[in-house]
């Protein structure tokens, strides 16, 4: 996906790649709890009765947010643009009932797949749906139709993801084995989904897109698409490195807490992603500019710029990603849901300010500033739960 950047950034302005950011930040932030995280129930009953019901509410309830999605647009569409500062969002946002359907199906499928082992069927969807989501985005670039083209290419990768996973899956057989006994029975089972999950994610994904939706809002479109390809640029490989290492970390902390070196692992482990994301930040604050108006263009130098100082802040996340499944390990999920809390408290004092600046740089240096303070602050709540844990075990026996 990153490798057909260089390609879309010719094809599409700046201004189109803003529109895209904020309908792409809208539709992630409804995705995330569009099925009331019933989705994540799936692969866990015994049953294959059971997680074929819940598969069917976690469908039926991202239907129902779908549709009330259709009226919000239908009613707030021009509203909406306009307080997102994107005047051509008021006609794509017709789209975002579209791809909250194929979005939201996508998901509930793909956990589908995991319960039934499908791992290389999952794996085979992921690049169909890339190669389709890049086709059809530069077809619409060719085209010339503007951001909806980079939206409608999401749409069909998406669309495609569900053709795939949903193969042998019979619609008959699932409206069959639904019993509304049975789905209120699994609705209270997995009640605590909804309960606790939804608020968590929903603080997360709106933490993570608030900072599109805020350049909009605050600077305008072309802005808000500068910013976008700075921030995916960076996060993506970012996340990819972040996420392996998070898996095998979780998955050694078993064994590093029964032989009390839990501590010992947490602060190498940090010490090694620290001069990682170090040597990183260096060579982008160099490089990015005259790297980023070579790779894509005149016309998004000013992207390179923001790269240049946003990886700071990006650099200390991918370093207290992986760290904070510490939390997991240790029980203290609630932790980990505070600090998100104080990372988005301080975004929104961001753009406050940064409104009232009037800079767009100033502000991806506040955003930055704020990132190294928040997941500065989690780390060190991190690397001090790690030691007072292993302290409580030593004490234990």
């Known amino acids: 996906m990153l490798a057909a950047i260089p390609f879309l950034t010719r094809l599409y302005t700046p201004e189109d790649f803003g529109v895209f950011a904020v309908f792409s930040a809208l539709m992630s932030v409804v995705l995330v709890i569009s099925s009331l995280r019933y989705e994540l129930a799936i692969p866990l009953p015994q049953s294959q009765k059971s997680a074929s019901r819940l ?12 549709l009330m999605a259709l009226c919000i647009v239908a009613l707030f569409r021009s509203k909406i643009a306009e307080w997102a500062e994107t005047p051509a969002l008021e006609t794509f946002l017709w789209l975002l009932p579209l791809a909250i359907i194929t979005g939201g199906t996508y998901k509930a499928l793909n956990f589908w797949a995991i319960r039934n082992k499908g791992y290389q069927k999952i794996a085979i969807t ?18 010339g139709v503007g951001g909806i083209g980079l939206i409608l290419g999401q749409v069909i990768g998406q669309s495609v993801g569900i053709t ?16 509304r006994k049975h789905s209120i029975a699994l609705l209270a089972r997995y009640r ?3 309960k606790y999950d939804v608020p968590a994610a929903g603080v997360n994904a709106l933490s993570a897109q608030l900072s599109n939706v805020a350049m909009a809002v605050v600077f305008g479109p072309v802005a808000a698409g500068l910013f976008y390809l700075a921030d995916r640029i960076l996060a993506v490989p970012m ?10 970390f979780l998955g050694q902390a078993k064994e590093d807490i029964a032989s009390g070196q839990f501590y010992k692992r947490v602060r190498n482990v940090s ?87 009037g800079d767009q740089l100033v ?32 004490s234990d026996t």
């Open 55 to 66: 598969l069917v509410i976690a469908l039926a309830i991202n239907l129902v947010v779908a």
């Open 363 to 394: 502000a991806v240096k506040l955003l930055s500033l704020s990132l190294v303070l928040g997941y500065g602050f989690g780390l060190f709540v991190v690397i001090r739960s790690a030691r007072n844990f292993d302290i409580s075990k030593c």
């Open 126 to 143: 992921k690049l169909t749906q890339s190669i389709s989501n890049v086709l059809a985005q530069m077809l619409g670039g060719v085209s």
């Open 192 to 194: 605590k989904f909804p």
């Open 164 to 179: 795939r996973l949903s193969k042998g899956l019979s619609i008959r057989n699932l409206r069959l084995d639904t019993s």
């Open 239 to 248: 996340s990819v490195i972040s996420q392996s290492i998070s898996q095998v």
């Open 271 to 357: 010490i090694y992603l620290t001069a990682i994301a170090s040597v990183v930040s260096i060579l982008t604050m160099v490089l990015a500019a005259p790297v980023f108006q070579f790779l894509f263009g005149e016309s998004w130098h000013a992207s390179g710029l923001f790269a240049s100082w946003l990886v700071w802040g990006l650099s200390m996340q991918f370093i207290y990603s992986p760290l904070s499944m510490v939390l997991v390990a240790t029980e203290r999920q609630g932790v980990n849901f505070l600090i998100h809390c104080l990372i988005l408290s301080l975004k929104i004092l961001v753009f406050i300010v940064s409104g009232l600046v």
